[in-house]
């Protein structure tokens, strides 16, 4: 509430196109796409401006025009006009092809990959995001080069996510069973938000990333090269945030005490746990383990259970290590 | 013209609750339908508020509350959340804004204006009315047992295989709805193909009943196929059939498109009719016959026809291939032309028309404005190009709520003011009605249009957090959400008002109009008419005229000087 | 109709005295009530028609994309079962049309008597099924969601016993495919049987719920209601019974003969 | 009742056309020929218009009930009209939805192909158990993963 106003001024003083905040109705232009979607978007903006003020024009002039208060008489007018309806049946009709024929090269635009684009590999479960590079590295942010074609090869492991990366002005649906497509060129260093768009569950809005455009190409692939093993040179605790982070688990598992939808890890070690089935444990290795690889077994009270067997994700066994690890080091 | 209520009529000719439950009266229908869709409204706009008001700022803390202090023990705020938008969107898609003009104002006005005693099926229309009940109470069986968390669009896999909630109840009660609306269209469609009077060919019926025609035809030939839908959907759940789930081999986007074939048509189900008492409100309040009664009449009937072939237009980025993706966008321009026309034609009967600022016409006219809008924003979402960006975002939600709640529930509570003294004998006060009127308006545009801007940078929907950047256009949406709470109350406070105290009894026809639904007293006798007036064209203002001494109108040439029934039509023909 | 109810008004004068026995007081004449059902029950074959699409577009884009699988799936249907239950649907299809003129001739033992036929046939049909679904649950033909099933991706269901024919049938042909064409097929036809159960077993309401109404209309014919000027609740439910019949003449050939 | 007595001996006029015996049993044999007819085709190896062949045959039968069994042919126009309209839409739903989905099976199938080692499907299917009432359990588990005993064979 009190940045209301100046929110409103930094949106208003940054209408001018082309900079990191983005224009009035738009983000920034950080791809190949975003300068025809945005100028079709402010075609369809102007055409429907104009006859809207039109139609407004007319009826408020012609309410004030013929408004009668007491005892309004009908006045002799035509009751139809050939020529008029047929003009404005047709000349609305033209914009409309217009805009259906450039919505549509744009579409084709949208939907031809170039040859040679770099694949990523881009997987949703619920509630976060993978990305798996030619190389073999893994990520859940998605880190591109600038200036190059790249294609993301889209699916899910349970139910449908979608990708938007709303400066890129890309979208596509990660539909479980199959893959999906889609391609940009990002055109714009930085750090730019990706959302999850297909309703997916508890924590939808939590399913959200980041797009990382590297300036130049070797940047990009000294990061590949990092990313190839994370966990060298780590303690085990260390390696085992990243997991927690990485993972997925972050999206439910707090590692400062608020709980989500699942307990936080925080100060959990040790601890003695209510389940929902009235029992009572200890939480130990063999516990974290269990509840990694078996989340149905133990259910503590007051929570559901909506996590999918190991996390969703494969976590090899010293990955589990590794997370064990972590919940330790979270004990009070 | 005489002000003075009958003795007997519809309302109190009977007593008890019995006498409501089962009554074969389509006007007690009507009414007891409009009662139950305004309770429905109610309840999905308490939703509505609590979304809003935890939307106001990025990390709202509203439900986090509700959920701290033992509202619910299970569910997390996020889920919470999840049930309120699901449960505000299914309420009032298949409870209020579906039944809202066709079963409410359709009921009570179109056997009237065709002159009938009834409906065609009297009883399959009380049966309509007790399975809209019974689909209400499955509602709020999901309500207060597990709640309901997949969105108002059951979208597979997660509503048959992931949500823990009452999927079943939910699905079980929309199949019932839908059957109620079938048995509905079923029952208008016959009465106006059999049960017209003397003299009203198709071309001489007035607009409202040619939008209900066409709103039949799509109830009937579109909604089965949500029915089976949601039966698959239910069967697919509880058995696991694998048409849908690909974890045993299904589809996913198969079942976005058997619920968009019918889905699509049904928001025409919605605006269709709305148009209809938009077109009446028009003519009537400019007392003057409608511009082009033609291009109106076959534009409900095309866009009703051309809602069968665009549904893919939902579907633009759901892994819908190419082709059919551009097949589709270049349907649904050509549903945007017969929109359109509707609109022009309604701004040229205003030329020089005699215009009467009524409350009802207060709400015509928002119309105009608020469906141009929505309409207008919806070619950004036909175009394939730019719906890839604006797809599921709050651009989207700005569009269908500027045209769901905008044009089809403002048509409807221009509808209800308009027929209120006609239902039930009373008029209204003006001022306390055009008040809340303009501030339900006012409230109304300070809610949704900055949900498009929030949707142009691209928020998505159906988000309960989410990034502070969009926070200036959630917050100013949330205050007019409240607005436009504080207005639509005062509209119904106007309505309840009239009818307590001190009542002002509403003459025949308050508002000079020519179908012959005004042509009965106020409120109607029991069986409205001994024999169908004989009529010869909708909106021959002439019929009817203003008396200074009555201070109301009054028909040229009453029917054997009863002057409350004019001789719709016969002053020239007979 | 314009000139009838013209003629009506002329006839009856005043509404409620002279009404005829069966027309309802909202109506004018019995052309416009008899019309007025005809038209609303042919309004509601249509969505009767619309609901079933759903189902035959699950039907038709499975079996499009997967033709071979469709013939495969075939052959553990029993076709003599489907051709009988054909026969059966359309004599029973034939009684209800000679009811129909039955009613509207008057003759009330007749009508009696083939309605009686139409409902036993129905009840042949049904147990036919029967006969057909515990077959199929036997060996585990059933929808991949269910425990009981050979198609089940979590726990396939093993037959014994007696029960081996089809898994026999199935282990020999898919013996020799890639681990990627062997999940195909054997989800394709957990599919397959999903639709085949949801299909037939939506019909098979049908067929109960139109026993019900035949049964309601018989005991009517049996206190004599229906005669020349009253005959629209037999026709309604003769055009109701052709549906389902309709209904079953495309089921028979699209599950039980594809190749 | 009296005005409307008349009707009930002329076939054309009145409430409804009574349809004589012999045309409704024609119509019955017919359909009874068509069914025979549909098996014969449907177990013989037609060059691939056997689903067309099947269809062929089967809406003669429905047209067939539609206009003799419905009264279709001497029924109003707009009931004959409305329900073909009918079946037009269920024709543009199906032609829609097949297009599409025929669009990406592909999607599908390479999808499957680089999950499928994940389902017991992969493996060949495993024998029956000779004796279910000993054996069901462990044959059962054989092909998959997930080693729960599954004692609810009968």
């Not at chain 2, 997660?158 to 079923?186: E, N, Q, R």
Request: aromatic residues 14%; hydrophobic residues 45%.
């Amino acid at each position: 509430m009190i940045h209301l106003v100046p929110n409103l001024l930094a949106v208003l003083q940054s209408s001018s196109e082309q900079t990191p905040e983005g224009s009035l109705f738009f983000p920034p232009k950080a791809s190949n796409f975003a300068a025809e979607a945005d100028w079709l978007y402010n075609f369809i903006f102007w055409v429907s401006v104009v006859a809207f003020a039109l139609v407004i024009a007319a009826t408020v002039y012609l309410v004030v025009r013929y408004r009668k208060s007491v005892a309004p008489e009908p006045q002799p007018s035509p009751h139809h006009s050939t020529k008029l309806e047929v003009i404005w049946s047709v000349i609305p009709s033209i914009f409309l092809v217009v805009m259906f024929w450039k919505g549509f090269e744009l579409f084709v635009d949208y939907r031809k990959v170039p040859a040679g684009a770099y694949q990523i590999q881009v997987e949703g479960v619920k509630w976060n995001w993978t990305f798996r590079y030619p190389t073999g590295a893994e990520s859940n942010e998605l880190h591109v080069p600038m200036g190059e074609p790249v294609e993301l090869l889209i699916s899910s492991k349970d139910v449908l996510h979608s990708v938007f990366i709303p400066a890129f002005r890309v979208k596509q649906d990660a539909v479980p069973g199959r893959y999906t497509r889609l391609w940009f060129e990002a055109t714009m260093p930085g750090e730019f938000p990706f959302y999850c768009t297909e309703y997916c569950g508890t924590s939808h809005s939590g399913m959200i990333t980041k797009a990382k455009v590297y300036e130049t190409r070797a940047e990009f692939d000294e990061w590949l090269k990092s990313a190839l093993n994370p966990y060298e040179g780590k303690s085990p605790a260390e390696a085992g945030a990243l997991v927690w982070e990485r993972k997925g688990c972050k999206t439910c598992h707090t590692n400062d005490g608020s709980n989500l939808v699942g307990p936080s890890f925080k100060g959990i070690w040790g601890a003695t746990r209510e389940f929902e089935d009235g029992s009572t444990g200890t939480v130990d290795e063999n516990y974290i383990l269990e509840s990694i690889q078996m989340p149905a077994a133990k259910i503590v009270k007051g929570y559901q259970n909506v996590m999918v067997a190991n996390g969703g994700q494969e976590l090899s066994d010293e990955e589990r290590d590794f997370l064990v690890a972590y919940i330790t080091s979270l004990a009070n | 013209m005489t002000t003075t209520t009958p003795d007997v009529h519809y309302l109190n000719h009977e007593k008890g609750f019995k006498s409501w439950f089962w009554t074969l009266d389509h006007k007690r229908l009507g009414v007891m339908y409009m009662w139950s869709v305004i309770a429905a409204f109610i309840l999905g706009g308490i939703f509505a508020l609590l979304v809003r008001m935890e939307l106001m700022e990025p990390n709202g803390y509203v439900l986090e509350n509700a959920a701290l202090y033992g509202f619910s023990d299970k569910l997390s705020a996020a889920d919470l959340y999840n049930h309120f938008f699901t449960l505000h969107g299914a309420i009032m898609v298949f409870l209020v804004i579906i039944p809202g003009i066709p079963a409410a104002l359709g009921n009570f006005a179109l056997p009237m204006m065709l002159g009938a005693k009834d409906v065609a099926y009297p009883k399959l229309n009380r049966f309509s009315y007790h399975l809209w009940l019974t689909g209400a109470i499955f509602f709020v069986m999901a309500l207060v047992t597990k709640g309901l968390d997949t969105g108002w669009t059951f979208y597979a896999p997660y509503s048959t295989s992931h949500s823990d909630s009452a999927v079943i109840w939910a699905t079980m009660g929309a199949f019932i709805l839908g059957f109620s609306s079938i048995f509905t269209g079923l029952n208008m469609l016959v009465t106006i193909h059999k049960m017209r009077p003397d003299g009203m060919t198709w071309f001489k019926m007035p607009l409202f009943i040619w939008a209900i025609y066409a709103t039949a035809v799509i109830q009937i030939l579109a909604t089965p196929v949500i029915g089976i839908a949601l039966l698959m959907l239910t069967v697919e759940r509880t058995l696991g059939v694998g048409i849908f789930d690909p974890a045993l081999g299904g589809d996913p986007v198969l079942f976005e498109h058997i619920f968009w074939f019918y889905s699509h048509p049904a928001v025409y189900v919605m605006i269709l009719p709305a148009m209809g008492v938009v077109s009446e409100l028009i003519a009537n309040f400019s007392r003057k016959p409608i511009f082009g009664y033609r291009s109106i009449a076959f534009s409900s009937v095309a866009i009703a026809i051309f809602s069968f072939i665009v549904w893919g237009h939902h579907m633009f980025v759901s892994g819908q291939s190419d082709i059919v993706n551009v097949v589709f966008s270049a349907l649904t321009f050509s549903v945007a032309v017969p929109s359109a026309i509707k609109v022009f034609n309604w701004v040229a009967t205003l030329y020089k028309g005699s215009i009467s600022l009524d409350t009802p016409m207060w709400y015509a006219l928002s119309v105009i404005w608020l469906f141009g809008i929505g309409g207008l924003t919806g070619l950004w979402l036909g175009t394939l190009g730019t719906d890839i960006h604006l797809h599921d975002t709050y651009f989207v939600v700005a569009h269908f709520h500027f045209v769901m709640v905008g044009s089809a529930i403002f048509s409807f509570i221009g509808g209800i003011f308009y027929w209120w003294p006609k239902m039930f004998g009373v008029m209204y006060s003006e001022g306390i009605s055009k008040l809340g009127c303009a501030i339900a308006f006012i409230g109304f545009n300070m809610t949704f249009l900055p949900q498009f801007v929030a949707g142009s940078h691209g928020m998505p929907r159906r988000y309960f957090d989410y990034d502070p950047q969009f926070e200036v256009y959630n917050y100013w949406s949330s205050i007019g959400a409240m607005v436009l709470g504080v207005g639509l109350s005062i509209a119904l406070y106007a309505l309840v008002r009239s009818l307590m105290g001190e009542r002002k009894p509403a003459p025949a026809n308050p508002w000079g109009a020519v179908t012959l639904d005004w042509q009965c007293t106020s409120p109607p006798p029991p069986h409205n008419f001994d024999h169908a007036p004989p009529v010869d064209g909708p909106y021959d203002h002439e019929l009817v005229r203003w008396n200074d001494e009555l201070n109301g109108y009054e028909p040229v040439d009453p029917v054997d000087g009863d002057p409350n029934l004019a001789r719709m039509g016969s002053a020239k023909t007979v | 109709m314009t000139t009838a109810s013209a003629d009506a008004h002329g006839h009856h004068g005043d509404h409620g005295h002279d009404h005829p026995e069966h027309l309802a007081h909202h109506f004018d004449t019995l052309e416009q009530q008899f019309d007025s059902c005809k038209l609303g029950m042919w309004a509601f074959l249509l969505t009767e028609v619309l609901f079933f699409s759903g189902l035959f577009v699950a039907y038709a884009t499975l079996r499009a994309n997967n033709p071979e699988i469709f013939s495969l799936a075939a052959s553990f249907l029993d076709t003599k079962w489907g051709a009988i239950n054909t026969v059966v649907l359309l004599v029973s299809s034939f009684t209800a049309a000679m009811s129909v003129r039955n009613a509207q001739l008057g003759e009330t033992s007749k009508l009696k008597r083939n309605l009686l036929i139409t409902l036993v046939c129905a009840g042949a049909f049904m147990c036919i099924k029967y006969v057909e679904y515990s077959h199929k649950y036997h060996v585990g033909l059933l929808p991949p969601g269910m425990e009981h099933s050979m198609f089940n991706p979590e726990t396939p269901y093993i037959p014994h016993g007696d029960h081996t024919g089809e898994y026999l049938e199935l282990q020999a042909h898919t013996a020799d495919m890639t681990p990627a064409e062997r999940v195909h097929t054997m989800t394709t036809l957990g599919r397959f049987f999903g639709v085949y159960f949801f299909l037939t077993g939506l019909h098979g309401v049908h067929v109960l719920i139109g026993m019900g109404v035949i049964g309601w209309v018989l005991m009517r014919a049996n206190r004599g209601e229906f005669g020349p000027d009253n005959f629209t609740a037999v026709d309604l439910v003769a055009l109701y019974w052709h549906l389902v019949d309709l209904v079953w003449i495309f089921l028979f050939p699209l599950l039980y003969l594809i190749h | 009742m009296t005005e409307h007595a008349h009707d009930s001996h002329d076939d054309h006029h009145g409430l409804g056309h009574v349809l004589p015996v012999k045309l409704l049993a024609g119509v019955l044999g017919a359909l009874i020929f068509l069914t025979l007819l549909t098996v014969l085709t449907g177990t013989t190896y037609l060059y691939g218009f056997d689903l067309a062949v099947a269809l062929l045959i089967a809406t003669t039968k429905a047209t067939l009930v539609c206009v003799i069994f419905m009264h279709l042919k001497w029924d109003k126009g707009f009931h004959a009209f409305a329900f073909i309209g009918s079946v037009l839409f269920v024709g543009v739903f199906l032609a829609y939805t097949l297009t599409d989905t025929k669009q990406y099976q592909d999607q599908i199938r390479d999808y499957a192909a680089d999950t499928a080692i994940d389902s017991p499907f992969a493996q060949p299917l495993p024998d029956p158990p000779a004796d279910h009432h000993h054996a069901a359990g462990e044959e059962h588990a054989a092909g998959e993963e997930h080693a729960e005993g599954d004692e609810d064979n009968h």
